[in-house]
């Protein structure tokens, strides 16, 4: 889980819209009805694509350099960026039923306190993988 940056070669469309593609990446691709919406759609067509890589356990290729490519007069290239982690929260957040073992006493004393065992293990996951 990272933040990329990848090149997107934009080819411009005659209604004024984009189509996208990740060359370095395989299945990515997109378009755009102008250039904002083609940022926001590259954006999550990448997010989407390193989070499948990611979650399939895919070696991630590198990305390419701008010289590496060969464009046609009206293509562009455009550095995206996207952060799957974000990606995960926002789309992969269904609650996942998990089953732990402590002392009775802790239990006793926490159930006494009314904690959230729940909300206190996210708390601290979250604190030891740092996010």
């Known amino acids: 889980m990272a933040k990329y940056a990848y090149p997107a070669i934009f080819t411009p469309e005659s209604d004024g819209g984009f189509s996208i593609r990740f ?18 759609m590259a954006e999550d067509v990448l997010a989407l694509v390193l989070y499948g890589y990611e979650k399939d356990g895919r070696e991630i290729p590198p990305p390419s350099k701008e010289s590496d490519f060969f464009l046609s007069d009206k293509e562009f290239i455009n550095f995206v960026v996207c ?32 904690l959230n065992f ?10 030891k993988i740092k996010i």
Do not use: H
């Open 83 to 114: 952060d799957t982690l974000a990606y995960r929260k926002m789309y992969n957040n269904k609650a996942v039923k998990k089953t732990l073992t402590i002392p009775e006493w802790l239990n006793e004393a926490a159930v006494s306190m009314n």
């Open 23 to 40: 060359p370095d990446l395989e299945g990515c691709f997109t378009c755009g009805d102008d250039m904002i919406d083609g940022l926001t």
């Open 118 to 127: 729940s909300q206190i293990l996210q708390e601290a996951l979250l604190s």
